[in-house]
């Protein structure tokens, strides 16, 4: 069974920095892309950030030049470094796992952290 462990989240003020950590745990083959969601209250999930396997990073217009994402292959772990937070980064932050295997494509998801930033 595969196990998404999210950490790092908090309250910060405008300005700050986090960093968020999620660490896959289970057996999990050919994992494609690993990302950070959100999600603020009233409003759909959004993508923050994604990272594949070979590297390519995928960011929201809104992060972009704020937020770095990266990530250790061989530990099924990745981070997200947020910078200069704004109050409108205020949401829920989860992480995705996307891959496939036998059965065809997966999505694995974390139970979110909780990120608030003061303004």
């Known amino acids: 069974q595969v196990q998404l462990v999210e950490s790092g989240g908090g309250l910060v003020q405008a300005g700050g920095s986090l960093r968020l950590s999620c660490a896959a745990s289970?057996?999990?083959?050919?994992?494609?892309?690993m990302g950070w969601y959100r999600q603020a209250p009233g409003k759909k999930r959004e993508l923050v950030a994604h990272?594949?396997?070979?590297?390519?990073?995928n960011y929201a217009d809104s992060v972009k030049g704020r937020f770095t994402i990266s990530r250790d292959n061989a530990k099924n772990t990745v981070y997200l470094q947020m910078n200069t937070l704004k109050p409108e980064d205020t949401a829920v932050y989860y992480c995705?796992?996307?891959?496939?295997?036998?059965?065809?494509?997966?999505?694995?998801w974390g139970q979110g952290t909780q990120v608030t930033v003061s303004s």
């Open positions: 995705n796992v996307n891959g496939f295997n036998l059965s065809g494509s997966y999505a694995y």
């Open positions: 990272i594949t396997t070979g590297g390519t990073t």
């Open positions: 289970g057996t999990i083959f050919n994992i494609n892309a």
